[in-house]
């Protein structure tokens, strides 16, 4: 945790150096600040080191080290933000009396006074990052039951029956026994505690697995390792009476014992496992030293890494799933009852409950088993566990497995740790909004903007983070309960009224994130008491389920926050206690008023997101507009505020020069004297509502083309009109800039013939039209269309027939996406070779045989060759 303080320090200087509202003053001067955002960066770079040096380094050591170093970064925040927040303050109050328009102001910083402060600071981080160092390149000794990290664990599951595994291990058997020589590589990933190693070791001893070869190895390495140690168990195992290992000393050992396996596995028909592989790097160092023969030999790799998993051929690579609802209940009644053959119903039916809320992860259902299994087996219990996902059953299930669980979240890269422990701050099973997640943590200072989607794909690649049918990821609870047991551990956030837990013994005062998941009246109470003068919370999230009763939010003793994600309390009257939160970078509410002109005293704010309550329907044509002092706010970056309109710029110097996503707005936002103010703009979201008789075209994408960096548009008919004639669309197509990767279409009823003012643009990769984007019976791929176009989805479409003009079309199209095209009868046969991914939801049976008969075809042409087409097809029928 300590890379994500450093974020946090690292983006509260950055501002001081960069913000257009901030001069540091003469007699303080701005190298004292320099040098200090200098170590900031140079410590974030040594804990990088801890990416390279995880296999080796001592754990406990390491994590004590980093402690020390968050409560140095927290202690220091403590003492340089109240003391720019008074300076800030003060400037601010003496501005209100002379003018209007505070944040046109420049606020002048004087860091003379704790100069001391950042001296002792820098001086400080200086001997802990030499100690960090120091630990990665000579780790410590560890205890002995220490050594080795729990990071898997077999439970148990009978020879006879693998609930959940068993057509599984009948595939990978059939895939291990084809007939192909050369030697064969198979991956086994999903996350801790799924069975991955219960399924290698089910394989490793079957007696017909055991018949087809002379040599047997079965290896588990896990996150910390030793090559030399690995080699050494490979040769005993190969040969138990080998004694050259005792011979060799010095540098000559690694390469003697890499030379001794390759030669001890040479002329042999082995099965290698390799079970627990966190590395790549390690992956390709010991494939190297498994010959390949032609003799049929394979090698089957557990891993929690995708990364590791994939890189073997796309057939041979094998996800394991998590238990349906009927294996988990067989699972747990096998491991409570035995073989015992009846219940109670009564009993059973809590029971499947319980096996439901354990959510397939066989290593959950096996831990509460055993502790059900100690209890008394009343059907009053039972109940009480079953109803209750937050049972101390299940917490104590979590805490049994920390020891599996925890590797996966210590051996993260340092840079995901902070994105990981913040997704526990939403409700349990909360499917994840990307984009919300991505802009608060972007203004805590964890996420890096040029590669914010990335941290989710390389958390999913690591398996902390489940991905379901519908692309949603969310935590397992196993993982949303170590995160909450982290993050009150290191005081990274606490969860209010939550279940009764009880108050911090040194108070919430003293917390940096406060969050709401429920109770939201008496968790705003307990803030309300609890704090009784300024606090160190920089931040309040209230992440659960809707509250639609207005509730005081009590903030005059959270001066320092940055952060206000209060998007799920609805707002009669717009809190103006807000507003003296000068340090806020972060604002979400839901408030259906006009925004006071005030709302630009927040100078700091970087992303604004202004909801509306649904149920207020807003007439069409009776706009909202955003203040005009919107203008003022240079340093916004995303604005989200639906059913308002940007304002005409006042002047001839408005400019929002940082403002990278606007959403929510309407067509009058799109007229020339705004866009042409906001030229940095890369994502636009454009909603429309139609009035029931408008027939006057809208001008949306009239001066689209002045937005020079666009690379996300998405414009949507909020009520289109869905007649079975095409009638000329209300937005005409214009020109959009070359700049555009992704496009997204709703309600607009263009012709397919309009398609081809889109299919030019070269640097288009996805494109997805919903419900009468474009309308008619026939869709024509014209060739060399669509050049770059990565994926395609189509939802809600009166499409019959869709061919491509030659074989050129959709060169490099990887996904293809359709949804709910009833009347759909063809689709094209031809796509090109970098096809992966076609699904079919709800669409006419004459659609889906096409889509079979195409991947029947595929598999045909591309059988042996690496290639491999996927097939979803849904439906209700």
């Given at each position: 945790?300590?890379?994500?303080?450093?974020?946090?320090?690292?983006?509260t200087?950055?501002?001081?150096?960069?913000?257009?509202?901030?001069?540091?003053?003469?007699?303080?001067?701005?190298?004292?600040?320099?040098?200090?955002?200098?170590?900031?960066?140079?410590?974030?770079?040594?804990?990088?080191?801890?990416d390279?040096?995880?296999?080796?380094?001592?754990?406990?050591?390491?994590?004590?080290?980093?402690?020390?170093?968050?409560?140095?970064?927290?202690?220091?925040?403590?003492?340089?933000?109240?003391?720019?927040?008074?300076?800030?303050?003060?400037?601010?109050?003496?501005?209100e009396?002379?003018?209007?328009?505070?944040?046109?102001?420049?606020?002048?910083?004087?860091?003379?006074?704790?100069?001391?402060?950042?001296?002792?600071?820098?001086?400080?981080?200086?001997?802990?990052?030499?100690?960090?160092?120091?630990?990665?390149?000579?780790?410590?000794?560890?205890?002995?039951?220490?050594?080795?990290?729990?990071?898997?664990?077999?439970?148990?599951?009978?020879?006879?029956?693998?609930?959940?595994?068993?057509?599984?291990?009948?595939?990978?058997?059939?895939?291990?026994?084809?007939?192909q020589s050369?030697?064969?590589?198979?991956?086994?990933d999903?996350?801790?505690?799924?069975?991955?190693?219960?399924?290698?070791?089910?394989?490793?001893?079957?007696?017909?697995?055991?018949?087809?070869?002379?040599?047997?190895?079965?290896v588990?390495?896990?996150?910390?390792?030793?090559?030399?140690?690995?080699?050494v168990?490979?040769?005993?195992?190969v040969?138990?009476?080998?004694?050259?290992?005792?011979?060799?000393?010095?540098?000559?050992?690694?390469?003697?014992?890499k030379?001794?396996?390759?030669?001890?596995?040479?002329?042999?028909?082995?099965?290698?496992?390799?079970?627990?592989?966190?590395?790549?790097?390690?992956?390709?160092?010991l494939?190297?030293?498994?010959?390949?023969?032609?003799?049929?030999?394979?090698?089957?790799?557990?891993?929690?890494?995708?990364?590791?998993?994939?890189?073997?051929?796309?057939?041979?690579?094998?996800?394991?799933?998590?238990?349906?609802?009927?294996?988990?209940?067989?699972?747990?009644?096998?491991?409570?009852?035995?073989?015992?053959?009846?219940?109670?119903?009564?009993?059973?039916?809590?029971?499947?409950?319980?096996?439901?809320?354990?959510?397939?992860l066989?290593?959950t259902?096996?831990?509460?088993?055993?502790?059900l299994?100690?209890a008394?087996?009343?059907?009053e219990?039972?109940?009480?566990?079953?109803?209750?996902?937050?049972n101390s059953?299940?917490?104590?299930?979590?805490?049994?497995?920390?020891?599996?669980?925890?590797?996966?979240?210590?051996?993260?890269?340092?840079h995901?740790?902070?994105?990981?422990?913040?997704i526990?701050?939403?409700?349990?099973?909360?499917?994840?909004?990307?984009?919300?997640?991505?802009?608060?943590?972007?203004?805590?200072?964890?996420?890096?903007?040029?590669?914010?989607?990335?941290?989710f794909?390389?958390l999913?690649?690591?398996?902390?983070?489940?991905?379901?049918?519908?692309?949603?990821?969310?935590?397992?609870?196993?993982?949303?309960?170590?995160?909450?047991?982290?993050?009150?551990?290191?005081?990274?956030?606490?969860?209010?009224?939550?279940?009764?837990?009880?108050?911090?013994?040194?108070?919430?005062?003293?917390?940096?994130r406060?969050?709401?998941?429920?109770?939201?009246?008496?968790?705003?109470?307990?803030?309300?008491?609890?704090?009784?003068?300024?606090?160190?919370?920089?931040?309040?999230?209230?992440?659960?389920?809707?509250?639609?009763?207005?509730?005081?939010?009590?903030?005059?003793?959270?001066?320092?926050?940055?952060?206000?994600?209060?998007?799920?309390?609805?707002?009669?009257?717009?809190?103006?206690?807000?507003?003296?939160?000068?340090?806020?970078?972060?604002?979400?509410?839901?408030?259906?008023?006009?925004?006071?002109?005030?709302i630009?005293?927040?100078w700091?704010?970087?992303?604004l997101?202004?909801?509306?309550?649904?149920?207020?329907?807003?007439?069409?044509?009776?706009?909202?507009?955003?203040?005009?002092?919107?203008?003022?706010?240079?340093?916004?970056?995303?604005?989200?505020?639906?059913?308002?309109?940007?304002?005409?710029?006042?002047?001839?110097?408005?400019?929002?020069?940082?403002l990278?996503?606007?959403?929510?707005?309407?067509?009058?936002?799109?007229?020339?004297?705004?866009?042409?103010?906001?030229?940095?703009?890369?994502?636009?979201?454009?909603?429309?509502?139609?009035?029931?008789?408008?027939?006057?075209?809208?001008t949306?994408?009239?001066?689209?083309?002045?937005?020079?960096?666009?690379?996300?548009?998405?414009?949507?008919?909020?009520?289109?009109?869905?007649?079975?004639?095409?009638?000329?669309?209300?937005?005409?197509?214009?020109?959009?800039?070359?700049?555009?990767?992704?496009?997204?279409?709703?309600?607009?009823?263009?012709?397919?013939e309009?398609?081809?003012?889109?299919s030019?643009?070269?640097?288009?990769?996805?494109?997805?039209?919903?419900?009468?984007?474009?309308?008619?019976?026939?869709?024509?791929?014209?060739?060399?269309?669509?050049?770059?176009?990565?994926?395609?989805?189509?939802?809600?479409i009166?499409?019959?027939?869709?061919?491509?003009?030659?074989?050129?079309?959709?060169?490099?199209?990887?996904?293809?996406?359709?949804?709910?095209?009833?009347?759909?009868?063809?689709?094209?046969?031809?796509?090109?070779?970098?096809?992966?991914?076609?699904?079919?939801?709800?669409?006419?049976?004459?659609?889906?045989?096409?889509?079979?008969?195409?991947?029947?075809?595929?598999?045909?042409?591309?059988?042996?060759?690496?290639?491999?087409?996927?097939?979803?097809?849904?439906?209700?029928?």
């Open positions: 945790m300590a890379y994500g303080a450093a974020g946090s320090l690292e983006l200087i950055e501002r001081l150096l960069k913000s257009s509202y901030i001069s540091i003053v003469q007699n303080s001067s701005p190298q004292i600040i320099k040098l200090l955002y200098k170590e900031i960066l140079s410590l974030k770079e040594a804990l990088r080191v801890f390279k040096k995880r296999s080796t380094i001592n754990m406990k050591m390491v994590k004590s080290l980093e402690a020390e170093m968050v409560e140095a970064i927290y202690k220091f925040e403590d003492v340089i933000d109240p003391h720019l927040s008074n300076q800030f303050h003060s400037q601010s109050e003496e501005e009396e002379t003018a209007d328009h505070p944040p046109s102001m420049v606020y002048s910083v004087d860091v003379q006074e704790i100069q001391q402060d950042v001296d002792s600071f820098i001086q400080t981080m200086n001997i802990m990052k030499r100690a960090y160092i120091h630990e990665l390149c000579n780790p410590s000794p560890e205890e002995e039951e220490d050594g080795v990290v729990p990071s898997r664990i077999d439970f148990g599951i009978n020879e006879s029956n693998m609930v959940g595994l068993s057509d599984l291990f009948v595939t990978i058997k059939d895939r291990l026994d084809s007939e050369e030697r064969m590589i198979v991956s086994l999903g996350m801790a505690g799924i069975g991955k190693t219960t399924l290698a070791k089910k394989l490793f001893q079957d007696p017909f697995i055991v018949s087809c070869y002379s040599r047997l190895v079965f588990t390495i896990g996150p910390k390792y030793r090559l030399a140690d690995i080699l168990d490979i040769l005993t195992q040969n138990p009476d080998i004694d050259e290992i005792m011979l060799m000393k010095g540098e000559k050992v690694l390469a003697g014992l030379r001794m396996v390759y030669e001890s596995l040479k002329h042999l028909r082995f099965l290698i496992v390799l079970d627990d592989v966190w590395e790549i790097d390690l992956y390709f160092v494939l190297e030293l498994f010959p390949d023969e032609k003799k049929g030999s394979r090698v089957l790799v557990t891993t929690r890494m995708k990364e590791v998993a994939d890189s073997v051929k796309p057939l041979n690579i094998f996800e394991i799933p998590f238990l349906n609802k009927k294996e988990s209940w067989d699972l747990l009644r096998e491991k409570v009852f035995g073989e015992q053959e009846s219940l109670p119903y009564e009993l059973e039916k809590a029971g499947k409950k319980i096996a439901e809320n354990c959510e397939g066989p290593l259902i096996v831990t509460v088993a055993n502790i299994s100690k008394d087996k009343t059907l219990y039972w109940n009480k566990v079953a109803d209750e996902k937050q059953v299940y917490k104590d299930a979590y805490d049994q497995m920390s020891k599996v669980l925890y590797p996966s979240y210590d051996y993260l890269d340092q995901l740790k902070a994105c990981f422990l913040y526990g701050a939403f409700p349990q099973n909360y499917s994840l909004n990307l984009p919300q997640l991505t802009n608060l943590l972007s203004a805590e200072g964890f996420l890096n903007s040029e590669s914010i989607y990335g941290y794909d390389d999913y690649a690591t398996n902390v983070i489940v991905r379901n049918e519908t692309f949603d990821f969310h935590l397992h609870s196993s993982f949303w309960y170590l995160c909450n047991k982290e993050a009150a551990r290191t005081k990274f956030f606490y969860a209010l009224n939550c279940h009764g837990d009880t108050l911090p013994e040194e108070g919430i005062e003293s917390q940096r406060l969050c709401i998941r429920n109770n939201v009246l008496l968790a705003i109470k307990d803030v309300h008491n609890s704090i009784a003068s300024d606090s160190k919370v920089r931040s309040f999230l209230c992440t659960g389920y809707f509250h639609k009763y207005p509730v005081p939010l009590f903030l005059e003793h959270l001066r320092l926050l940055r952060v206000l994600e209060a998007r799920s309390i609805r707002f009669y009257e717009f809190p103006m206690e807000v507003l003296k939160l000068v340090q806020l970078r972060y604002l979400a509410l839901l408030y259906n008023g006009n925004l006071p002109s005030s630009s005293k927040l700091n704010l970087q992303y997101i202004v909801f509306q309550h649904p149920r207020i329907v807003k007439s069409v044509g009776n706009l909202l507009y955003l203040p005009i002092e919107i203008w003022n706010m240079n340093e916004l970056k995303y604005l989200q505020t639906y059913g308002r309109e940007l304002p005409h710029p006042c002047c001839e110097g408005s400019l929002i020069p940082n990278l996503n606007l959403s929510g707005v309407g067509p009058q936002s799109c007229a020339k004297s705004v866009l042409e103010k906001i030229p940095n703009l890369k994502e636009l979201r454009i909603n429309i509502e139609l009035a029931p008789d408008a027939t006057e075209p809208l949306c994408f009239d001066h689209i083309s002045l937005l020079h960096q666009l690379q996300e548009l998405g414009c949507y008919i909020m009520n289109p009109t869905l007649k079975t004639d095409v009638v000329t669309p209300l937005v005409p197509l214009s020109d959009f800039p070359s700049s555009l990767t992704e496009l997204h279409l709703r309600g607009l009823g263009y012709p397919w309009e398609m081809r003012k889109i030019s643009l070269p640097n288009l990769t996805h494109l997805l039209l919903e419900c009468y984007a474009f309308r008619g019976p026939k869709w024509e791929v014209r060739d060399n269309e669509f050049q770059r176009l990565e994926s395609l989805e189509i939802e809600d009166d499409l019959e027939q869709w061919t491509f003009q030659n074989c050129h079309c959709l060169p490099v199209i990887v996904s293809l996406h359709i949804a709910h095209c009833y009347k759909l009868k063809e689709i094209p046969l031809t796509f090109g070779k970098s096809l992966v991914h076609i699904t079919l939801v709800e669409c006419n049976p004459m659609a889906v045989k096409c889509a079979i008969k195409l991947k029947k075809e595929w598999d045909d042409k591309y059988a042996g060759r690496e290639r491999f087409l996927r097939l979803d097809v849904r439906s209700s029928l």
